[in-house]
């Protein structure tokens, strides 16, 4: 026997060995710091393992129609989309879902659930196994919460009706760093970052779990250590899925749900790269110039860095959403919690590695190609990026309201980078969608005159205007739908 077929061989056999020996198996770490499946779900793992030693397959058992449950997935993320948004922040965001009665129509579906739990076995079936247990995680750190926030608003029907809103947020997702342990000889405890979805939130993680696999694939259990390990790449730019299980709930997440029957979470297993989302930069010091550097003068020497950076930031979010978008794919939710950089420091703005996170309320709106052979979208699509400009597809008109949505995350990076003050709730994105979006209506150059009239947005006015106006084109044609991502990513702002 070969050396590689023994060592996938033992890794089956060893897997099996834990899986069947218990809560009292000696590898197995602390209750409190490691989910668990429940006992019905171990029988299930145990039997599917066997089965695929065994190489049998029940005569009994009914194909799954991957198409079918594709497009069933779509449209329930499709109504997800339409009823909210999905924003993680720092892994401390809020996303936003509005009742009947707000601009967004009145197809409301709440996103915590399918309808049926068979609809969501079916899902992760056409996914796939996930290829992890609970026993191989140890969870190291809380990074934060991902929430999505529930909007109703009402009208006051007096001489001068003012619409109101009322919110309310409910937890979505708690993210931890973790390490994973394969088991296998010559490979180290490698960390990794986990998602747990709650109970509630399971249809949020079956759409992304679908959708990442459709844009970056999904290792086989014998490469997911290596996939782990490796080392941080620009390609694909987007986070790394590399899978999933099914266990119990974390005491974090079992005092959010006081009062609720409790009732297993799917975890969400991504590569970690250190990434850390564009919303924490702004603010975030500098070694020299730009924050820290105020102090000693150093302000002016830097500006050249950070609006390089900017530009830098602009075109790796271009090129990341051209990608999502050749391959199909509507984000639907981007927010600054989506948009993930490499490095907050200025000085590296040329080794940039920008990348997309939370597909939860992501929108798949073509395949290309079977995804059971395992290639990465950015293999697969090759096609010309489709004009935007009077296109009424789903597609088309997706990708015009994630440029929209990606102009109003960058005019907030650069506003709020370049102000003396820093970051402002004027400065905010829910201030700058109201005041680009509903204002001026996407009027760019009556949103530039308006800046123009602010003292502290000077410096961002001057980063705009450089190059003949390259920035400000650059939004108009973001705003405007004239351009698709890809080709926007070559233009004139974005070159360093």
Known sequence: MEFGASCTSLQRARTLVRRAQGPGSQGRRSADQQPRLCTQQRRQRWRRCAASLRGSDDEGDEAVDIDALASQLSAEAERLRRSGSFDGGSYDGEGERRQPGSRRGEDMLSPFGYQTKSAEAEVLAAVGDGGFSPEEFELLQELGTINIQQVATSVDLDDFPMPTSERSARTAVIAYTGTFFSGMPFQDPVVVL????????????????????????????????????????????????????????????????EGEEPEDALWVVLKWEGLAPLALYPSAQQTSGIGLGRLFGGQDSSLLDRSRMLRSITRGALAALGYCHAAGVVHGALGSGSVMLSSFDDRTAKRLVVKLDNFGFAHKLSMQQD???????????????????????????????????????????????????????????????????????????DFRRYCEDEPDWQTAVELLTFDGDAGWQLLKDMCGGSSSAEELARGRFCQL
Not at 242 to 256: D, H, I, R
Not at 382 to 391: N, R, T
């Open 194 to 257: 986990v998602k747990e979805y709650l109970p509630g939130a399971k249809a949020v993680a079956c759409n992304e779990l679908q959708v990442l696999k459709h844009l970056a694939g999904m290792p086989e259990v014998s490469m997911k250590w290596q996939t782990a390990a490796s080392p941080l790449a620009s390609y694909p730019p987007v986070v790394r899925l590399l899978g999933y299980f099914t266990a119990g709930q974390t005491a974090q997440a079992q005092e959010l749900l």
């Open 371 to 445: 995804e059971s052979q395992g290639s990465t979208a950015g293999a697969l699509y090759s096609q010309q990026p489709a004009p935007l400009v009077g296109d009424e597809t789903p597609l088309a008109v997706g990708q015009r309201e994630d440029l929209r949505a990606l102009a109003v995350v960058l005019l907030e990076c650069m506003l709020s980078a370049l102000a003396h003050n820093g970051p402002s709730p004027l400065t905010s994105t829910d201030s700058l969608q109201r005041l680009l979006g509903e204002v001026f209506v996407w009027g760019v150059d």
